[in-house]
């Protein structure tokens, strides 16, 4: 059974920083494209980023540029997201995602954690 476990939200303060961990089992993460995406309520979900499972550097969507730092450790088979100069508007449930092939496709999710950033 593949599942997906996000754990390291919480609370903190607007230009603080977070360390989120994917925690999966049932595939191996380092043969597969994953993400991390977001989605805060009433809105849409946000892709964050993506590794593909071979080699090069992580993609970003614009907002997570120079701010989110997604990594992989395949031989614990854990995803982490480090999140720095949090915002008030990164508040948002985030996600791993799981693709479908090594460069990208469907995906399915964890269950999420919240982050929520307020002073």
């Known amino acids: 059974e593949i599942q997906l476990v996000e754990s390291g939200g919480g609370l903190v303060q607007p230009g603080g920083s977070l360390r989120l961990s994917c925690a999966a089992s049932g595939f191996s993460i380092s043969d597969y494209a994953m993400s991390w995406v977001r989605q805060a309520p009433g809105k849409g979900l946000e892709w964050i980023s993506r590794?593909?499972?071979?080699?090069?550097?992580?993609y970003y969507g614009d907002f997570a540029k120079g701010r989110f730092t997604a990594s992989r450790d395949n031989a614990n088979n854990t995803l982490y997201l480090q999140l720095n100069s949090l915002k008030l508007e990164d508040t948002s449930m985030y996600y791993c995602a799981k693709h479908a092939t090594p460069h990208g496709g469907t995906w399915i999710r964890g269950q999420g954690t919240q982050v929520t950033v307020s002073s």
């Open positions: 590794m593909d499972s071979v080699g090069g550097s992580p």
